[in-house]
Every structure is written in structure tokens, then in C-alpha cells.
């Protein structure tokens, strides 16, 4: 069956730009998650959510970011005002009720220049 | 703080031979592990996990380790394929509460490289 997708896969934007990156998870999972990843480095924890509502955001590193998912199924980070800082693979995970192993997608590599 | 944390960086195997990579942990309270492998431009892709009332894990050729008296996690690959290179993570779940969900603490990599 399909696995989590996210697009694009790259994205590069200039510094102060807005961007979004979607997440769409396996059909079924009610829980979803965003980690972000730099280099050389493990993921971190970003927003989880349980359905339509984020139950734990406190890994968003400031108010610039923000994450919907309306419907309970695709999901969207929003970034504002991007900085340079922000560089680095953004990854979405699905799981099917939370407490279980998560399915990461490929990522998307977001470069601000 | 508490962080999930690697002892060795990388790894350098022949082909054929068994791999260990190590993890340790710091947070007691954590009550589910998993390992990860990540390969170049990819997601991670899920492995095998344990949960904290066990001590051994079993899957196909690799097996999972939970010492939790000295905080320690382990990831022994048999028969190591050129295949199996990869960048290894173990991650923690920290039952915060009582409520038990997925938030994972990521560790910062092992790079397993086998030799052909």
C-alpha cells in the first residue's frame, strides 16, 4: 500500500518568504507527526496530532511555524518569514493510533537562501 | 537534559559479520524504543522497537537489547549485507503522565558502513 508522501521533496526559498509543506499520511493513521532533521543530526520533534486537533506542539520553535490538519488526514507546517536557520529536512511520520511505530515519508529538504 | 545518546559515531563492518551499535538513554521514565535505519535521502524506516517490560527483542536478523539498570539499548545485526549501510537511530518515547504516545527523542546517529 502507499506509504506517507510529502511535497515537494525540495523546496528553496529566499529569507523572509513564506512556505508551506505538505504531508500526506497512510489512509487510516489518526496520528501524525513533524520532526525536523539538520544535518548530521537525529530528528526532532516538532507538532503531533491526534486527529484534527495538534495534542503536543511544543516542539515548534517559535510562532513563525504553525501546522494544520482540518480534515484529520493531510497536514500542513507552515513556515512565515523563513530564515536561513530554517534550512534542513522537514519530516513527516504517521502512525496508526499514536502509540505505535511511525511511517516516515521521504521528507522534504527546504533550503532558504 | 535528558537525551537518547550514541557511543560510537560509526561503524565498520565486513560483509557476513554480526554489527552492534549501542545507545544510551537517560530517561527513566521512557517506556517504548525503537531502532531506525536512514539511508541518504531518505526517511527513516522503522526496524524493530521494545517496550520497557522486556528485555529482548527478536526480528529477522536483527535483535534489540533493553538494559534498563545501567539505561542501555543495543542493535546486534546479524550477518551484515553491504545493504544494511546506513545511518542508525535509536529513539525513546517518554510516557509523560501516564498518557503514552509517539512523541519520539531521536539520538544523534550511527553510520554503519559493510565492507563487500
Known amino acids: 500500500g502507499a506509504g506517507v508522501s510529502q511535497t515537494p521533496s525540495n523546496k528553496v526559498t529566499e529569507k523572509g518568504k513564506y512556505v508551506e509543506l505538505r504531508c500526506d499520511p497512510i489512509s487510516g493513521h489518526t496520528a501524525l507527526y513533524w520532526y525536523r532533521q539538520s544535518l548530521g543530526q537525529g530528528p526532532e520533534f516538532l507538532i503531533y496530532f491526534q486527529g484534527t486537533g495538534a495534542a503536543d506542539d511544543s516542539g515548534l520553535p517559535n510562532d513563525r511555524f504553525f501546522a494544520v490538519r482540518p480534515e484529520g488526514s493531510v497536514s500542513t507546517l507552515k513556515i512565515q518569514r523563513t530564515e536561513r536557520g530554517d534550512s534542513a529536512m522537514y519530516l513527516c511520520?504517521?502512525?496508526?493510533?499514536?502509540?505505535?511505530?511511525?511511517?516516515f515519508g521521504p521528507g522534504t529538504r527546504l533550503t532558504v537562501l | 537534559g535528558e537525551s537518547v545518546g550514541l557511543h560510537l559515531p560509526t561503524l565498520s563492518v565486513q560483509e557476513g559479520d554480526n554489527s552492534i551499535i549501542n545507545c544510551a538513554y537517560s530517561?527513566?521514565?521512557?517506556?517504548?524504543f525503537i531502532w531506525y535505519k536512514q539511508e541518504s535521502g531518505k526517511g527513516p524506516q522503522f526496524i524493530i522497537d521494545?517496550?520497557?517490560?522486556?528485555d529482548k527483542r527478536q526480528g529477522q536478523r536483527v535483535t534489540v537489547l533493553l538494559n534498563k539498570t545501567v539505561k542501555h539499548l543495543s542493535l546486534q545485526i546479524a550477518a551484515t549485507q553491504p545493504g544494511d549501510s546506513a545511518v542508525y537511530f535509536c529513539a525513546e518515547n517518554i510516557n509523560a503522565g501516564g498518557t503514552s504516545y509517539g512523541k519520539l527523542t531521536f539520538g544523534q546517529g550511527t553510520i554503519l558502513t559493510v565492507h563487500p
Open positions: 530517561n527513566s521514565a521512557s517506556d517504548y
Open positions: 521494545i517496550r520497557s517490560n522486556m
Open positions: 511520520a504517521s502512525s496508526p493510533t499514536g502509540i505505535h511505530e511511525q511511517f
